[in-house]
Structure formats: structure tokens, C-alpha cells
Nanobody, 124 residues
Framework: QVQLVESGGGLVQAGGSLRLSCAASGRALSSYIMGWFRQAPGKQRELAAGIHWSGGSTYYADSVKGRFTISRDNANNRVYLQMNSLRPEDTAVYYC?????????????????WGQGTQVTVSS
């Protein structure tokens, strides 16, 4: 089992920044892909960014490229999402998720573990 706990959400004005944190516990994550998904009201949950825990390769959705940065802290078992130049359309609940495997997937069904989510609201 893997437990994931997100923190760092909040209310920010457009153009501002937030850093989300995901604390992982329960087992070694060296074979996992970690993803930050987001779900806006009335929309499907989508993968915003992902990172291979061991190799560090990353994935970004086109909508966040150049503005968001995903990173991991192996020593402390944490994954971060630095969000800059935030826009009102970034408003969503952000979820940390873990997938046991090496192939990228943007499908929620392919992720084995989920956090409870943290709300990010960007005002215009």
C-alpha cells in the first residue's frame, strides 16, 4: 500500500504562484510514476504533470508546459508541483497519484493510489 497526502493548495490571484506537495509513505517508490492530476468542476480528471521516481523523466500537459514544474525529493519521499503564472483556468482540485510501472499513462484507471486532493483557486 502507498499513502499519499497533498498539501499546499489555496487561493491565489492570476499570475501568482503556488507549490503543491505530496508526501508518500508505505513502500519504496523506485518503480513508480508519480502524477499530478487535476479536476475542474464539471470536467474530467486530467493529468497535468508526471515524473518517473527513479529516473526523473517528466511529462507535462500542453496546457501547463512552461508554467508548471514537477520534481521529487527522494530522501523525504515527496513530490512537488511548482505552479507559476497561474490562470483562472488552472482552478481545480489537484490530486497526487502513483502508478506502479514505467510506461506513461494519462488514464486515471492506470494509477493505483490517490491522495485526497487539494483545492487550487485562481482568481482573475
Amino acid at each position: 500500500q502507498v499513502q499519499l497526502v497533498e498539501s499546499g493548495g489555496g487561493l491565489v490571484q492570476a499570475g501568482g504562484s503556488l507549490r503543491l506537495s505530496c508526501a508518500a509513505s508505505g513502500r519504496a517508490l523506485s518503480s513508480y510514476i508519480m502524477g499530478w492530476f487535476r479536476q475542474a468542476p464539471g470536467k474530467q480528471r486530467e493529468l497535468a504533470a508526471g515524473i518517473h521516481w527513479s529516473g526523473g523523466s517528466t511529462y507535462y500537459a500542453d496546457s501547463v508546459k512552461g508554467r508548471f514544474t514537477i520534481s521529487r525529493d527522494n530522501a523525504n519521499n515527496r513530490v512537488y508541483l511548482q505552479m507559476n503564472s497561474l490562470r483562472p483556468e488552472d482552478t481545480a482540485v489537484y490530486y497526487c497519484a502513483a502508478r506502479n510501472g514505467i510506461a506513461w499513462s494519462a488514464q486515471t484507471k492506470d494509477y493505483n493510489y490517490w491522495g485526497q486532493g487539494t483545492q487550487v483557486t485562481v482568481s482573475s
